[in-house]
């Protein structure tokens, strides 16, 4: 048994749900081989092959492969496959993107968003926004899964000495090509890996508002900036701040939510957060149902109130 | 330009699912049930590049029990032309749904299909990239713009660092996300007219499409339940609780 985990990255740094993947293709048993496929992404290559329980790397450097293009690098895994039994990649926009790629061209069903291995060699996975888990099993010989980070801790970055290896694909599919990207550097922590995080609603009512209520109490507590599908929808904050079924699914440490309903398809991306905080006006709303800590409060006097006795 | 449109009957999502008492899945009689949500989003789509003079043919495709013939309805009355119903008897996983319209795609030739990124009952986000791939078609998954050119389709998709364009060769696959369009409600008018629209009716079977599933599902549960924590009565006793967790000093 050998899996082939399907790394993700940004060429320079090794994506941290990576590492949680790593650790549910351990738990498929036997070794485990992880592909970076990039441009330039040596470093990356370098920091998988550092990774506990990786065996070798396999690195395929081109350009190709550099803006992650589902064209190009699902056949660059396909010619991969045969020495392999399993395919894992996390559940991230590139994982999601690819994989099926891969699993339809091999006949394969995919297995997504696995939360847990089991000893009987089923896997659970949530559906109907996380308010029903799954358990199946596959009659497929091989196996293509992707993985929530949420569900798996992640592997040490250090202990590992596994070799890398080049390999190649077919190349450029000509299918598709890259025009630009609009990526927001921020000195924040990310939303997925983040150990605080806080979550704006409806009720900022504008981007502005988030600047002047959520960005100073996220400061105060170094935590990642989240949001409600409507204040996306809004334009408040950007895309890849939502939190839900349909966005990022994250289990910090703290989680504040602010004017926050509590829709079911925002509860599936939070819920399992070790403490949530609730702040909203509405003593009703569904959110204090999984708050461990609610406040009834309006959130323009109580935010800055919290904020400055911090 | 022709665009073929799959949508899927599923639970509404104002629903919140009830797993049945035997484990074997969700309670699904007397539920509401609705188009996917995504998959409106791009029936919406296919119906304003119809109405921008951009597409002249949208076709939706259906795969499911009879009912599903309401959800056709419903693509019809928001600008679809005409349906496709591939009646199966259970709902098939996304590798057979993937065959089935790549044997729908095969026979109408659209120059796009546009599906929705995933059902939100089964949440497997699959379907539009296995298309792609059973066809060798290019594809723009989490597409928050499209924008047919004179060659190709150029299509921003969401993604978890932020927003990325792509350039399509068309044919091609794109999946929505929420913030595509906002899909409209069918006019009275509309809907009426719809009924008159054709549908078009077949089996898996009659396309030689084999529907085995791959999976077997041993069980469905619940989520362990969150206990409902203490409503705290104000600003001070929260950070006194920030404080004993250690997240603010
Ligand atoms: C297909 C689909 C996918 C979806 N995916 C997601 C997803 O991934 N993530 C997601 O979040 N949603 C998702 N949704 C949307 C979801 O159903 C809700 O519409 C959304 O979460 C509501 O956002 P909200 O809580 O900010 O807004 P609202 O529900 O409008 O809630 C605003 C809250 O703010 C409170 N409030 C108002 N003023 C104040 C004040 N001054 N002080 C304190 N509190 C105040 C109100 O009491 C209310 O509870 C999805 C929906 C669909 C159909």
Known sequence: MTTLVLADHDNKELGSATLSAITAAKKLGGDVHVLVAGEGSQAVADAAAKVDGVAKVLHADDAAYGHALAENVAPLIEGLMDGYDALVAPATTTGKNILPRVAAKMDIQQISEIIAVNDDGSFDRPTYAGNAIATVKTSDAKKVITVRATGFDKAATEGGSASVEAVSGPGDSGKSSFVSAQVAESERPELTSASVIVSGGRALQSGENFEKYIEPLADKLGAAIGASRAAVDAGYVPNDYQVGQTGKIVAPEVYIAIGISGAIQHLAGMKDSKTIIAINKDEDAPIFQVADYGLVADLYEAVPELTSKL | ?249
Do not use: H
């Not at chain 2, 959800?71 to 996304?94: C, H, K, N, S, Y």
């Not at chain 2, 998954?141 to 047919?148: G, L, M, R, W």
């Open chain 2, 1 to 249: 330009m022709k665009i073929l449109v799959p949508v899927k009957r599923v639970i509404d999502y104002n629903v919140k699912p009830r797993i049945k008492g035997d484990q074997t899945g969700v309670d699904l009689s007397n539920v509401k049930m609705s188009m996917n949500p995504f998959d409106e989003i791009a029936v919406e789509e296919a119906a304003r590049l119809k109405e921008a003079g951009k597409a002249d043919e949208v076709v939706v495709v259906s795969i499911g029990e009879q009912k599903a013939q309401e959800t056709l309805r419903t693509g019809l009355a928001m600008g679809a032309d005409r349906g496709i119903l591939i009646v199966t008897e259970q709902m098939p996983e996304p590798l057979a749904v993937a065959k089935i319209l790549a044997k729908v795609t095969e026979e109408e030739s659209p120059d796009l299909v546009i599906l929705g990124k995933q059902a939100i009952d089964d949440d497997s986000n699959q379907t539009g990239q296995m298309l792609a791939a059973l066809l060798g078609w290019s594809q723009g998954t989490f597409a928050s713009k499209v924008e047919p050119g004179e060659e190709g389709v150029n299509v921003t998709r969401e993604i978890d660092g932020g927003l990325e364009t792509l350039k399509l060769t068309t044919p091609a696959i794109i999946t929505t996300d929420l913030r595509l369009n906002e899909p409209r409600y069918a006019s009275l008018p509309n809907i009426m007219k719809a009924k008159k629209k054709p549908i078009d009716e077949k089996t898996a079977a009659d396309l030689g499409v084999d529907v085995a599933p791959r999976l077997e599902t041993l069980k469905v549960t619940e989520p362990p339940k969150r206990e409902a924590g203490e409503m705290v009565p104000d600003v001070d006793t929260l950070v006194a609780k920030l404080k004993e967790m250690g997240v603010a000093a």
